[in-house]
């Protein structure tokens, strides 16, 4: 018969502000949650970009040394070219379009429906005192700005993914 | 493949304990298939089922939770309320349908 998750919990880091790789950890949060199981983000160095009030609409993505992203015929994007003023905003735009077509919700409608999940939502201290961030500068699901130690003691029995 | 019997009737299941034929569901087997898991149903968890239904019908699988609070405007604190621990697997459960495969 049909049964539920019991007892996993998954823990994610996610330390990178990118827009590409803003999403392996909330597909990965939400996910856990659809399924029951229960889950938690915490944001570190580049990662609190994502959770960042007046960043977290406004993550990029840059096909700079990313030899994986091509255009959408295939083609490559060589770095001479990549480096080029405007291709990042390109790149962006492109990548926002096909999240978009697969029905993918930006950063902020995202984690808020991870958050709506019962996901919880964590930033780490030490980032937040080196950009000097406090809690107002983030978003309003944030459940805490909380230490390393702390974290380890939330992520007390999950499986940890770092992204 | 298991075969159980379900509001009096013959039901197939899969080894993840999803029905394999939608066909033989009607709201008898449902009420019997969320008693399984501990849900009452009600009008909400109606209104959730039977989008899902036709939802199926028109795309072939199981709607993920997005399809779900983006086309029957169920937000997504209902849906964890009402299907409680894994509402994506409960709700096709409950509605007949095989295991969602949308990662969304």
New interface residues.
């Given amino acids: 018969m049909f049964e539920e998750q019991n007892d996993r919990k998954l823990c994610i880091i996610c330390s990178k502000g990118t827009l590409d790789m803003a999403y392996p950890g909330m597909v990965l949060a939400n996910a856990a949650l659809m399924e029951g199981i229960d889950a938690s983000i915490f944001f570190t160095f580049w990662g609190l970009d994502m959770i960042t009030d007046k960043k977290m609409d406004h993550l990029k993505c840059t096909p700079l040394g990313n030899p994986s992203m091509a255009m959408p015929n295939g083609m490559g994007i060589p770095n001479f070219m990549a480096m080029l003023p405007g291709m990042t905003d390109f790149a962006t735009s492109m990548m926002k379009k096909e999240m978009e077509k697969l029905d993918f919700p930006p950063p902020r409608e995202y984690l808020q429906t991870i958050a709506d999940a019962g996901g919880k939502l964590y930033a780490c201290k030490m980032t937040a005192d080196m950009m000097k961030l406090t809690e107002d500068d983030l978003f309003e699901e944030v459940e805490g700005i909380v230490g390393a130690m702390e974290f380890l003691e939330i992520a007390d029995g999950a499986q940890v993914i770092f992204v | 493949m298991t075969t ?1 019997e379900i509001a009096g009737k013959e039901i197939e ?1 899969d080894e ?3 029905m394999t034929n939608p066909e033989d569901w009607d709201k008898d087997v449902a009420v019997a298939l969320a008693a ?2 501990n849900i009452t149903l009600s009008e909400r968890h109606w209104e959730i089922i039977e989008f899902s239904r036709e939802d199926y019908q028109a795309q072939g699988e199981a709607p ?4 779900i ?2 086309e029957a405007g169920v ?3 209902d ?2 309320k009402l299907f409680p ?6 709700i096709a ?1 409950v509605s007949g349908l095989g295991k969602p495969t949308g ?2």
């Fill in positions: 159980r299941f993840e304990g999803f399984d898991i993920g939770l997005r399809r609070t983006k937000p997504t604190k849906l964890y621990k894994g509402p994506a697997k409960k459960y990662c969304i």
